[in-house]
T-cell receptor, first 113, second 113 residues
């Protein structure tokens, strides 16, 4: 099992550009999450999904969009990138609701200049 | 608003020392408290504590949940340089489909040889 994979590992965007962060898991988990982590801060939930076709906003959803067309994939879309979106983004999955063990991907370090 | 506060924010010790990390919380409808270890990349799961499982131990690490004081501690005995990491506390709260995981800012532990 590869677990949770994320691409790309690093990316530099110019203000106003758009991009999609990819996330995939091969553990057949129903629950998937996107977090961002800023320096010295904990993880903040952006969006989550409880199954294919179902997504919901987390704590900091503004400026992002998600889709969940399959159980395996949960891409995160940034439209009109802003410097405030410079962060490390983690995707995670779990077999049950937000409690319990979440398996994290290796992260994507995004810089918007 | 749900809140998770960790202390200290950073800690430097020598190999062999014992450390205690603290986590206090204010959440609606507490369900569980989780501890994660984050080295250079993604967080990895350590423990989950609930009303029915208030104490967990794994090797040199142990954790206790105090539901009365709304807090938890993570103990690490005989620390090693490999214990150097950020330790994150997260609390699951809410209810129904509105549950969510709130993370603290983490404690940066540095273990010197």
């Amino acid at each position: 099992n590869a677990g949770v994979t994320q691409t790309p590992k690093f990316r530099i965007l110019k203000i106003g550009q758009s991009m999609t962060l990819q996330c995939a898991q091969d553990m057949n988990h129903n629950y998937m999450y996107w977090y961002r982590q800023d320096p010295g801060m904990g993880l903040k939930l952006i969006y989550y999904s409880v199954g294919a076709g179902i997504t919901d906003k987390g704590e900091v959803p503004n400026g992002y969009n998600v889709s969940r067309s399959t159980t395996e994939d949960f891409p995160l879309r940034l439209e009109l990138a802003a410097p405030s979106q410079t962060s490390v983004y983690f995707c995670a999955s779990s077999s049950r609701g937000q409690g319990g063990e979440q398996y994290f991907g290796p992260g994507t370090r995004l810089t918007v200049t | 608003e749900d809140k998770v506060v960790q202390s200290p924010l950073s800690l430097v010790v020598h190999e062999g020392d014992t450390v205690t990390l603290n986590c206090s919380y204010e959440v609606t409808n507490f369900r569980s408290l989780l501890w994660y270890k984050q080295e250079k990349k993604a967080p990895t799961f350590l423990f989950m504590l609930t009303s029915s499982g208030i104490e967990k131990k794994s090797g040199r690490l142990s954790s206790i949940l105090d539901k009365k004081e709304l807090s938890s501690i993570l103990n690490i005995t005989a620390t090693q340089t490999g214990d150097s990491a950020i330790y994150l506390c997260a609390v699951e709260g809410g209810g129904g489909s509105n549950y969510k995981l709130t993370f603290g800012k983490g404690t940066l532990l540095t273990v010197n040889p």
